[in-house]
């Protein structure tokens, strides 16, 4: 019996099992995809994620195998784009190659892999005590260990299981995208078209590929009414103003969607349980926080975990205390996020931000502060910060 059993190997349950595995503890770590996988994502590691992977020791292997960014192009369309300059490199880097770096490193460190899908938890005595798993021949099995982790993103079936998820609130967006070839040279930037209720984030990855993500709240994507190809390649027009479109461009690779782009549980944890990453909660993707929170959270329930074998009797307090910091980190970036939508949702916001980015200084570091780019801002005044973009 492993000690610890994990459901979803992307990066919350890679770190996770990578420093229980280095602390010596025996980690299963279920996972249902074959990787290499693709992963419906912008792609972008910011300063904060390569701080988060220079900790894993695994920061100079991923910016070997990326394309360095150094800074950030808004384009509010009619407004001449905006440049801003990132004060530490970041990255964009396929999540193909970063996640199956750190699975890799998970497994070498001595983790077991599993491939099957987690459908349910094992209860006994009121406390989770595994991880029901139906392996790649059909069998369903149960995995019991001292401590089950759900690392199995948004919509986590862990978390629904355990009855933590809360019914979303607000508009709910979906994101569309894919690799591309064409978009020409980027300039080292990530570009964000912003406006009328969508945005469309263009990513250069390596030569001439590009990441593309287009986010649309659902009664837009309900009026696309030929093809979503063309759905998308219209709203990126629209609002790029004529600076890009999907002209000559061709995508290399599946068109990948997801949605709606909200999840959010009660608490991220329950008696010999944790949720670790988007299954402990998701944030608009615009800011690309979710890789640094899925590795910090990822380590943050390991040593919660190492903590609670270490003395039984303080366990539930130790995991409602991770609970409590998983709280409290979304609740500052979903203030954030409600800026953000802000800006995405109503064109005289995003315009009045624009002018403003380009005539006040310190509202260019808190935007970079939300990108996780700067390193001056503390987390909790960011979104005060933000906030004056647009009031
Ligand atoms: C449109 C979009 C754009 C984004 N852009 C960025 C960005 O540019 N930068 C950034 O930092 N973040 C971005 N994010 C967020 C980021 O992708 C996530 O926050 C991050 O992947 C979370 O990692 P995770 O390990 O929690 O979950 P995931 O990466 O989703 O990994 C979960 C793993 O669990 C597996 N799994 C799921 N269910 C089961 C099951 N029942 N049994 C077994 N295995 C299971 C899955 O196969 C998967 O491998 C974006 C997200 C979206 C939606």
């Not at 995809?33 to 994620?49: D, H, I, M, T």
């Not at 960014?69 to 990132?86: C, M, Q, Y």
């Amino acid at each position: 019996m492993p000690d610890i059993v994990i459901a979803g190997g992307g990066p919350a349950g890679a770190s996770c099992a990578l420093a229980l595995a280095r602390a010596g503890r025996s980690v299963t770590i279920v996972e249902r995809a074959q990787f290499p996988r693709q992963k419906v994502c912008g792609e972008y590691l910011n300063a904060s994620v390569l701080r988060a992977l220079d900790d894993l020791g695994m920061g100079a292997a991923a910016r070997g195998l990326g394309y360095a960014l150094d800074g950030v192009r808004i384009v509010v369309a009619p407004l001449d784009p905006l440049e801003l300059r990132f004060p530490e490199p970041a990255l964009a880097l396929e999540r193909a190659t970063l996640d199956s770096a750190l699975l890799d490193a998970a497994v070498t460190a001595g983790a077991r892999l599993v491939r099957g899908r987690a459908e349910d938890v094992v209860m006994e005595d009121g406390r989770v005590s595994g991880l029901a798993v139906r392996d790649e021949r059909g069998d369903l099995t149960a995995i019991r260990a001292r401590f089950a982790i759900g690392a199995d993103g948004i919509g986590s079936l862990v978390a629904r299981r355990l009855g933590l998820v809360q019914t979303a609130r607000g508009k709910q967006r979906f994101a569309l995208g894919g690799h591309y070839r064409g978009f020409g040279d980027l300039g080292g930037c990530v570009e964000m078209h912003v406006g009328q209720g969508a945005y469309f984030a263009l990513n250069p990855l390596s030569g001439d590929r590009t990441n593309v993500m287009v986010v649309v709240a659902r009664d837009r994507l309900a009026q696309w009414s030929a093809t979503v190809n063309d759905g998308m390649r219209t709203e990126a027009a629209r609002l790029a103003g004529g600076r890009r479109s999907f002209d000559g461009v061709e995508r290399e690779g599946p068109r990948v969607s997801i949605g709606p782009l909200d999840f959010r549980v009660k608490r991220a944890w329950a008696p010999g349980a944790l949720l670790a990453g988007d299954a402990a909660g998701f944030v608009n993707p615009f800011t690309g926080q979710g890789v640094e929170l899925a590795l910090r959270s990822g380590a943050d329930a390991a040593a919660t975990i190492l903590a609670a074998t270490g003395d039984a009797s303080k366990e539930d307090a130790l995991l409602a205390a991770y609970g409590g910091r998983r709280a409290r980190e979304l609740a500052v970036r979903r203030r954030s996020a409600t800026f953000v939508n802000l800006l995405t949702d109503v064109p005289v916001l995003a315009r009045r931000a624009a002018e403003r980015l380009r005539r006040v200084p310190e509202l260019n570091d808190a935007l970079l502060a939300a990108l996780g780019a700067g390193k001056t801002l503390e987390a909790p005044f960011v979104p005060w910060r933000l906030a004056r973009l647009v009031l």
